[in-house]
């Protein structure tokens, strides 16, 4: 069974960095391309960072991010990660982990706030 | 502002069908055929219902179809029941410098 488990949420304050993380299990992780989408309360889906399959060489930001996100995969650990600096209050939301759009975790919060 | 335009909200009484439509430009939508809908319940997260515009996942009742028109994404729900009273959102691939984008979401309500 695909399994993706979030963590790393929290609140934090403006300015401040999170680094989330997305273990996944049930699938050859390394095979497969993985996307962050976010959610702010009571809001939309926003799609956040792309990573391609195997060595992750091509990766993609949504224009609100870019600058700040890091997505980066760790094949031998089975984890995708997300590492935010520089949050803004609208960067408050669900943030959940995808295999390819297909296969979603439960999402984890992160609240920018002081 | 979303780059799909969906309806905000639609409604349908029970065994009724539904259609909730999302449009976009050439650039998504009309130049790709990498449409997904996805369902999601209050608290859940998104549920994939249709991918490559009118595929079904595994599991997926047929009563869910997707289609797709020049520019513009139909998903169509037949025989609607009380659990498909959820959140709708469409997706697609973009040629722009961003890789999907999605549609604001369309609430449907079970009358």
């Known amino acids: 069974e695909v399994q993706l488990v979030e963590s790393g949420g929290g609140l934090v304050q403006p300015g401040g960095s999170l680094r989330l993380s997305c273990v996944a299990s049930?699938?050859?992780?390394?095979?497969?391309?993985m996307n962050w989408v976010r959610q702010a309360p009571g809001k939309g889906l926003e799609w956040v960072s792309y990573?391609?399959?195997?060595?992750?060489?091509?990766?993609y930001y949504a224009d609100s991010v870019k600058g700040r996100f890091t997505i980066s995969r760790d094949n031998a650990k089975n984890t995708l990660y997300l590492q935010m600096d520089s949050l803004r209050g609208e960067d408050t939301a669900i943030y959940y982990c995808?295999?390819?759009?297909?296969?979603w975790g439960q999402g984890t919060l992160v609240t920018v706030s002081s | 502002q979303s780059a799909l335009t969906q309806p905000a909200s639609v409604s349908g009484s029970l065994g009724q069908s539904i259609t909730i439509s999302c449009t976009g430009t050439s650039s998504d939508i009309g130049g790709y055929n990498y449409v997904s809908w996805f369902q999601q319940h209050p608290g859940k997260a998104p549920k994939l219902i249709i991918y490559d515009v009118h595929t079904r996942p595994s599991g997926i009742s047929d009563r869910f179809s997707g289609s797709k028109s020049g520019n513009t994404a139909s998903l169509t729900i037949s025989g609607i029941q009380a659990e498909d009273e959820a959140d709708y959102y469409c997706n697609s691939y973009t040629s722009t410098n961003i890789v999907v984008v999605f549609g604001g979401g369309t609430k449907l309500t079970v009358l």
């Open positions: 990573i391609s399959s195997v060595s992750g060489s091509k990766i």
């Open positions: 995808a295999r390819a759009m297909r296969y």
């Open positions: 049930g699938f050859d992780f390394s095979n497969f391309e």
